[in-house]
C-alpha cells in the first residue's frame, strides 16, 4: 500500500499496521522493511522522507525501519493524536450505538490505550459502558473472556429489544390489546 501523506491521521497508523502486517507474512529483514517502506511512500510523503532521511544521516544517525517508524508516527500520527484518541477510550459509553458498533469502537480505541490491557479490565470497562438495560444483565455475569463478553451482550440486547416490542405492544398497563378491558356495563343491568 503507498503513503502519499494524508491528512487523516488514522490512515498514517492503519498504514504501519498494514506494512507490519505483510512484512510479519513475508518474514522481511528490518533492513527490506525500510526498503519496501520507502518505495511506497509517493507525493508529499516521498518529498518528507527525503529531507527527513538527509538530516538524520547527515546527523549520524543510522536510520532503521524502528527509527523509521518513530520519526514517521511523530509527523504523521503525533503524540498529542494518541492522548486523544486514549482520551476517547476512556471516555466511550455504548450511547446510541449497538453493541456490535460499541464493540468495534471499543476495540478500534484501545489500540490507543497506553497503558497494559488485561483482559479482566478490558472486560470490566466494556460492561461498565453498556447502556443501563443492558449492563444491569451483563456485569452480574462477571464475563472475564471479550469476545463470550460481546456475544452475551449481543443476546440481552437482542432480547431486551424483543420485551419492548411486547411491552409496547401491550400497552402500559401490560394488558393485552382489546384483551381483559371491561367496560362499567358489562355486568348484567338490571
Not at 458498533?101 to 476495540?107: K, T, V
Not at 469476545?147 to 429489544?161: F, I, N, P, Q, T
Amino acid at each position: 500500500p503507498q503513503f502519499k501523506g494524508d491528512a487523516d491521521l488514522e490512515v498514517a497508523d492503519h498504514w504501519i499496521c498494514e506494512l507490519e502486517k505483510i512484512f510479519t507474512v513475508l518474514g522481511c529483514s528490518q533492513e527490506r522493511r525500510l526498503t519496501y517502506t520507502v518505495y511506497m511512500l509517493v507525493g508529499e510523503a516521498e518529498h518528507w522522507w527525503r529531507g527527513t532521511h538527509h538530516m538524520l544521516t547527515t546527523r549520524g544517525v543510522a536510520v532503521d525501519w524502528e527509527g523509521f517508524k518513530g520519526v514517521f508516527l511523530e509527523k504523521y500520527f503525533p503524540e498529542s493524536v494518541r492522548q486523544a484518541k486514549e482520551a476517547e477510550f476512556m471516555r466511550l459509553h455504548q450511547g446510541g450505538m449497538t453493541v456490535s458498533e460499541y464493540a468495534m469502537r471499543f476495540e478500534h480505541l484501545a489500540r490507543f490505550y497506553s497503558q497494559a490491557i488485561f483482559e479482566a479490565w478490558k472486560c470490566r470497562k466494556f460492561a461498565e459502558d453498556l447502556k443501563y438495560e443492558l449492563k444491569r444483565v451483563v456485569v452480574p455475569m462477571a464475563i472475564t473472556e471479550f469476545s463470550a463478553l460481546v456475544e452475551k451482550a449481543k443476546v440481552v440486547e437482542r432480547l431486551e429489544g424483543g420485551n419492548r416490542m411486547v411491552k409496547a405492544a401491550e400497552g402500559p398497563a401490560g394488558s393485552k390489546k382489546g384483551g381483559n378491558k371491561r367496560n362499567p356495563y358489562d355486568r348484567p343491568q338490571p
